[in-house]
């Protein structure tokens, strides 16, 4: 089940169909923290079970969402606060079934979903953030003093922090459209997003990593709930309304108990007992957070993510679900190479080219596929930079 699973997101990603909020399809930051963290689990069962073919597979395409993360998530062109260009972005647009993708977070643009129509719904890409990024710090892809983290928190804070009496709360996204209606009616298809409880969670679990003091959080994590002790899936994020039974910090006409809530609150409690994340993986913070010299750099063509280029000092990874014999050149056809696929693992088959310093032609190849004993009819280019 475990390798079935893993092969699947070998197969499928790093697009995902849905990121945590449900809503749009993508690269986004916290799906790929979490598929990381998940492949390098696997990796470790199938190592556990003498398979070291399996497990090296799992750990290199994990490397490779692992040192592909900045380029696809993260804007150098960010205008939400003063002074910061560089910051992680909610996620870079992209269809599943686009093979060629345009992989640059500063050009694409994003539609946010819960508008009434006729109202802007679509963005610059670059200009809407949410704090998933913080799974990489969680699971331990990332330090938590990582200067990009840290700018990106600046920009988080700037744009979706709310100060309550109870105590801190943070939107999901800008321009989100999920919530109570500026009036404090209820949703209705579109409305305005309000603050979210478990993000305080999510936000305290960053804190405590960071090494400094979360009970202030807790507690108002505490002070978000219902007086039955529910918490709620939004709070209201503006001066108080009474005619509309809308208070700053308190429950809105949202999901209450949202259980995603209440286990954010149980598992800050359990982090806070122990002193460290409770959802931090040792064996992915001793990959990432560790001896760099571990984690391979990697650029991966597919089927369905073909790469339009790869950087020298990489090694580029042809990978498809069948046998085949990969015909090639490195210097624009001068001389050739033909290089048959390796045996397979979890249902791949794949030929590896190191990209040196000096190499400045693309990689040209097609395939030769040995089993329908035919040329693929068609050649296929890398560029190196």
């Known amino acids: 089940m475990v390798l079935k699973a893993a092969a699947y997101l070998v197969r499928h990603g790093p697009v995902t169909q849905q990121e945590r909020w449900e809503e749009a399809s993508g690269y986004s930051p916290s799906t790929l923290a979490s598929n990381i963290a998940a492949l390098i689990g696997a990796a470790c069962f199938a190592r556990g079970r003498g398979d070291e073919a399996v497990a090296a597979l799992l750990e290199e395409y994990a490397d490779f969402l692992e040192c592909h993360i900045k380029a696809w998530t993260v804007t150098t062109e960010g205008s939400l606060a003063a002074g910061i260009q560089r910051h992680y972005i909610r996620i870079l647009p992209e269809d599943v079934g686009n093979a060629n993708p345009l992989e640059d977070p500063n050009s694409k643009v994003l539609k946010i979903k819960n508008h009434p129509a006729g109202a802007q719904d679509s963005f610059p890409a ?27 928190l600046k920009v988080i ?8 009496p109870v105590g801190p709360v943070w939107h999901r996204y800008n321009h989100d459209g999920y919530g109570q209606r500026e009036d404090g009616g209820p949703y209705i298809g579109w409305g305005k997003g309000r603050a979210w409880p ?3 969670g999510e936000r305290a679990h960053f804190e405590l990593s960071a090494g400094r003091d979360v009970k202030p959080l807790i507690r108002a994590i505490e002070g978000f709930a219902s007086t039955t002790g529910l918490l709620p899936e ?4 503006e001066p108080d309304r009474p005619e509309a039974y809308m208070f700053l910090g308190r429950p809105t006409g949202s999901a209450m108990p949202l259980m995603w809530a209440h286990a ?4 800050l409690l359990r982090s ?10 040792p064996e992915v913070a001793t990959r990432y957070l560790g001896d760099r010299k571990a984690r391979h750099l990697f650029e991966i063509w597919k089927p369905n993510r073909q790469a339009r280029s790869v950087k020298r000092g990489y090694t580029l990874r042809i990978q498809v679900p069948a046998d085949f014999r990969l015909h090639w050149s490195a210097n624009d056809w001068q001389s050739v190479e033909d290089s048959p696929s390796s045996s397979p693992v ?5 030929v590896d080219i190191p990209i040196s310093d000096a190499q400045r032609s693309p990689i040209h190849f097609t395939f030769f596929w040995t089993v329908e004993n035919r040329w693929e009819g068609r050649d296929y280019a890398v560029a190196v930079q």
């Open 126 to 152: 670059k200009e809407i953030v949410d704090a998933g990024f913080l799974q990489l710090v969680r699971y331990g892809i990332r330090r938590p003093d990582d200067p990009l983290i840290v700018d990106s």
């Open 157 to 164: 804070d700037a744009v979706l922090k709310v100060d309550t």
């Open 198 to 200: 478990l993000l305080t």
């Open 234 to 237: 939004q709070v209201w994020d």
């Open 264 to 267: 954010e609150y149980i598992k």
């Open 272 to 281: 806070v007992s122990d002193g460290r994340v409770f959802d931090l993986i």
């Open 346 to 350: 979890l249902g791949f088959h794949f």
